[in-house]
């Protein structure tokens, strides 16, 4: 069973000489990050400054490890119809809730076993574990410097775990 969830990491303050001459405005780097929930380690990580909505990117995600995959465990933000559509035909369970606009959306809900949709809190302990231990603050400059310094923390992670 995995699980798919998405946090934000701090950017390193820039002086604002540094932030005027690179057109440096954004605060955070939206860090998505799919969990093997058994093992507790990061299979695939996504990382972006333009905080785009968690379908689209959990999508991408998904789809990259589509041959990993079994039971996928997600939060309401990744709520799209597609996405289900595209894994059921892979043969991968969604267990991901629906937004509630109709009673419809509730029954569907009510419907999801709970032991299975809150191994979902192991995307968070995942997070919180490698914020506490690495720090919540990214120091390098560049976008690709910045996704460099997570994929690192999450392989140094998984070596401690496997160890």
Not at 16 to 40: G, P
Not at 49 to 58: A, I, L, W, Y
Request: proline share 2%.
């Amino acid at each position: 069973m995995q699980a798919i969830d998405a946090t934000g990491f701090d950017r390193h303050s820039a002086s604002h000489h540094y932030a005027n001459r690179t057109d440096y405005t954004f605060k955070s780097v939206k860090t998505t990050a799919l969990i093997d929930c058994e093992t507790s380690i990061v299979l695939d990580i996504h990382c972006s400054t333009r905080q785009p909505h968690d379908t689209h990117v959990g999508q991408q995600v998904l789809t990259r490890n589509l041959s990993h995959l079994q039971t996928v465990t997600a939060d309401k933000g990744d709520d799209w119809d597609d996405l289900r559509q595209e894994l059921r035909e892979a043969n991968i369970r969604p267990v991901i809730k629906h937004r509630e606009f109709s009673p419809l959306d509730v029954a569907h809900n009510a419907r999801h076993n709970d032991d299975i949709y809150h191994r979902l809190s192991v995307v968070e302990s995942v997070f919180f574990a490698l914020k506490q231990r690495y720090g919540d603050t990214l120091r390098a400059r560049t976008w690709f410097g910045e996704f460099r310094e997570l994929v690192l923390k999450a392989a140094v992670r998984n070596v401690e775990v496997a160890i």
